[in-house]
Structures are given as structure tokens and as C-alpha cells.
């Protein structure tokens, strides 16, 4: 099992930043990617952006490439999601998920693993 951890949400004006952290734990050698995902009150779960867990390659949704940056640091078994240029319509709850193959990144059905999910509230 595989155990994630996010933090890092908060309340943020209109163009300002913020950077989520997603801990793991547990049986971390079986994790393959890990993936952001959001979720606003009455909306489907929305992906955010991904990546691998041993190699370099990046995926982000139309909606955030250019202002939000995913990145890992192995050594502390951490993902991290930078937030630049925030908008009202980031405000959502921020997810973190990890999957134990390799598979479509941008499904949420693909991730195993989930976290509690961090609240990121963007205000006008």
C-alpha cells in the first residue's frame, strides 16, 4: 500500500502563487506516476498534471500549462505542484493520486492511491 499525504492549500488572491506538496509512503518502489487532480463543489474530477516517478516526462491539462509546475524530489519521496498566476477558477480541492502502472495519465480510474486532498481557494 501506498499511503499520500498533500499540503500546502490555503487561501490566495487572484494572481498570486501557491506550491501543494504530496508526501508518500508506504510502498513507495511500487509507485510508477503520480498525478494531481481537482475537484470544484459540483464538478467531475479534473486532472491536473503528472509525473513519472523515475524519469522525466511531464503532462499538464490545457488549462494550467504555463502557470502550474509538477516536480518530485526522490529522495524525500515527494511530488510537488508549483501554482503560478492563480485564478478565481483554480479554487477547487487538490488531489494527489499515484499509479502503479503505466497507463493514461489524465484518468482518474488509472490511480490506485489517493490522498485527503488539500483545499486551494483563489479569491477576485
Known amino acids: 500500500q501506498v499511503q499520500l499525504v498533500e499540503s500546502g492549500g490555503g487561501l490566495v488572491q487572484a494572481g498570486g502563487s501557491l506550491r501543494l506538496s504530496c508526501a508518500a509512503s508506504g510502498r513507495t518502489v511500487s509507485i510508477y506516476g503520480v498525478g494531481w487532480f481537482r475537484q470544484a463543489p459540483g464538478k467531475e474530477r479534473q486532472f491536473v498534471a503528472a509525473?513519472?516517478?523515475?524519469?522525466?516526462?511531464?503532462v499538464y491539462s490545457d488549462s494550467v500549462k504555463g502557470r502550474f509546475i509538477i516536480s518530485r524530489d526522490n529522495a524525500k519521496n515527494t511530488v510537488y505542484l508549483q501554482m503560478n498566476s492563480l485564478k478565481p477558477e483554480d479554487t477547487a480541492v487538490y488531489y494527489c493520486a499515484a499509479r502503479s502502472v503505466p497507463t493514461t495519465v489524465r484518468t482518474p480510474a488509472s490511480y490506485q492511491f489517493w490522498g485527503q486532498g488539500t483545499q486551494v481557494t483563489v479569491s477576485s
Open positions: 509525473i513519472s516517478w523515475s524519469t522525466s516526462p511531464t
